[in-house]
C-alpha cells in the first residue's frame, strides 16, 4: 500500500492564481480530511468527507472547495490564492472513528507571492 | 481561548530523561484522546490513544486522561535522540452516525510541543 498520497510536495504560487492540491488513498477509507498547519496553531481542519458525494466544512474553510468523486481521491481547490493561504497542507484518511487512527500524507508546502 | 492547548516549547533534554508532554482541553465532549509525533518535514503519526479517562502504557510511553481536570499527559521514558520531534495531542468528541452507519469524529489538535533531546 502507498498509503496517503499528495502532490504536488511544492508550490508557489502568485496571489489570485487557482490550483489543486491531490490527495489519494488506497486504504479504501471513508473518512478523508485536508488540514494546514502554520507555526504556533497546530492542525486546522479545512474540509472533510465521510464518503464519496459527502463533503463539509471544517474549521478554516475560507477560499478552499472539495468535491469527493470516488473513494479513493479528495482534491482540494483554492480558488483564488492569498498570502494568508502561505501553509503547509496535509490530506488524512481513517477507516472511521473506532481508534480514529488518521493516516497523514507527507505534505504539499504552498507559497503565495 | 483555545479548546485545546499545548506549551509550544521548545523542550530541551538530555539523553534518558523522562519527558513530560501536556494538554488541557475546555471541551468536556471529548472522549478520545490522541498523541501524534511528527518529524521534521514530514506528516503527523498516530503515537497513543485513549478513550475517556486512564493510562496506557506502550513500551516507553505513558499516556494518561484525567477527564475530571481536563488535563493530558504524554511521558516518555528513557528519551532517545530518535524521539526527538513534535509531539501534537489531538482530541474528538462522540461519534455522529449519519444514515448508512457511517460515523465520524472530527479531531481537534493543540499547537504542537518541539522536544530536542540530546546526546
Known amino acids: 500500500n502507498a498509503g496517503v498520497t499528495q502532490t504536488p510536495k511544492f508550490q508557489v504560487l502568485k496571489t489570485g492564481q487557482s490550483m489543486t492540491l491531490q490527495c489519494a488513498q488506497d486504504?479504501?477509507?471513508?473518512?478523508m480530511s485536508w488540514y494546514r498547519q502554520d507555526p504556533g496553531m497546530g492542525l486546522r481542519l479545512i474540509h472533510y468527507?465521510?464518503?464519496?458525494?459527502?463533503?463539509d466544512q471544517g474549521e478554516v474553510p475560507n477560499g478552499y472547495n472539495v468535491s469527493r468523486s470516488t473513494t479513493e481521491d479528495f482534491p482540494l481547490r483554492l480558488l483564488s490564492a492569498a498570502p494568508s493561504q502561505t501553509s503547509v497542507y496535509f490530506c488524512?484518511?481513517?477507516?472511521?472513528?473506532?481508534?480514529?487512527?488518521?493516516?497523514f500524507g507527507p505534505g504539499t508546502r504552498l507559497t503565495v507571492l | 481561548q483555545k479548546e485545546v492547548e499545548q506549551d509550544p516549547g521548545p523542550l530541551s533534554v538530555p539523553e534518558g530523561a523522562i519527558v513530560s508532554l501536556n494538554c488541557t482541553y475546555s471541551n468536556s465532549a471529548f472522549q478520545y484522546f490522541m498523541w501524534y509525533r511528527q518529524y521534521s518535514r514530514k506528516g503527523p503519526e498516530l503515537l497513543m490513544y485513549t478513550y475517556s479517562s486512564g493510562n496506557k502504557e506502550d513500551g516507553r510511553f505513558t499516556a494518561q486522561v484525567d477527564k475530571s481536570s481536563k488535563y493530558i499527559s504524554l511521558f516518555i521514558r528513557d528519551s532517545q535522540p530518535s524521539d526527538s520531534a513534535t509531539y501534537l495531542c489531538a482530541m474528538s468528541a462522540e461519534t455522529v452516525v449519519i444514515g448508512g452507519g457511517t460515523s465520524y469524529g472530527k479531531l481537534t489538535f493543540g499547537q504542537g510541543t518541539i522536544l530536542t533531546v540530546h546526546p
Open positions: 468527507s465521510v464518503g464519496a458525494g459527502i463533503t
Open positions: 488524512a484518511s481513517s477507516r472511521g472513528l473506532v481508534g480514529n487512527t488518521q493516516y
Open positions: 486504504m479504501n477509507h471513508e473518512y
